[in-house]
């Protein structure tokens, strides 16, 4: 943003790299990333296994809860185990360099609609040479052609 910081989270197929739900926050607490959470299991239903990394609002109560409650498997990324996470760092660098770098937001709002609009283009339009030049939509809504493929 031109002034102040926004907090992205985002819930991330694995096998698709879709992302399922995403919040912007302007606080690094953890109900930003349980209402991702939640709105993920809705749409979507439960995974067998939720990974992600040991920051706070992740390894928090309200978040690790949702994710019991549930009976998903919690799989946490050990310290300095970059693999671990390289799908979601992969997106990251996405969003950060053909949409935050290329932008200073006027406002939270304005940040959230604009990278709503982004993430909307990801998933929908923008081909991945590790999906064989599929959109995250079509591995995830279709995985039948790639998984023939591979």
């Known amino acids: ?8 989270a985002a819930v991330v197929d694995w ?25 993920a299991l809705t749409k979507y239903g439960a995974p067998g296994i939720f990974n992600t990394d040991q920051g706070s609002q992740f390894t928090s109560e309200p978040f690790t809860d949702v994710l019991i409650a549930n009976e998903i498997a919690i799989s946490m990324d050990g310290k300095g185990a970059w693999r671990d996470n390289v799908f979601v760092e992969r997106i990251w660098k996405s969003v950060k360099y053909e949409e ?5 937001y006027d406002s939270v709002g304005v940040a959230r609609a604009s990278l709503g609009r982004y993430l909307d283009f990801y998933n929908r339009l923008r081909p991945h040479s590790s999906l064989d030049r599929r959109t995250p ?11 023939a493929a591979a």
Do not use: K, N, Q
């Open 1 to 8: 943003m031109a002034r102040g910081f926004v907090y992205l």
């Open 15 to 39: 096998f698709s790299r879709r992302v399922l739900s995403y919040r912007v926050s302007i606080t690094m607490e953890a109900d930003f990333c349980v209402g991702a959470l939640e709105e």
């Open 100 to 104: 935050v770098y290329l932008h200073a």
């Open 137 to 147: 939509d079509e591995a995830y809504f279709d995985p039948t052609p790639f998984m």
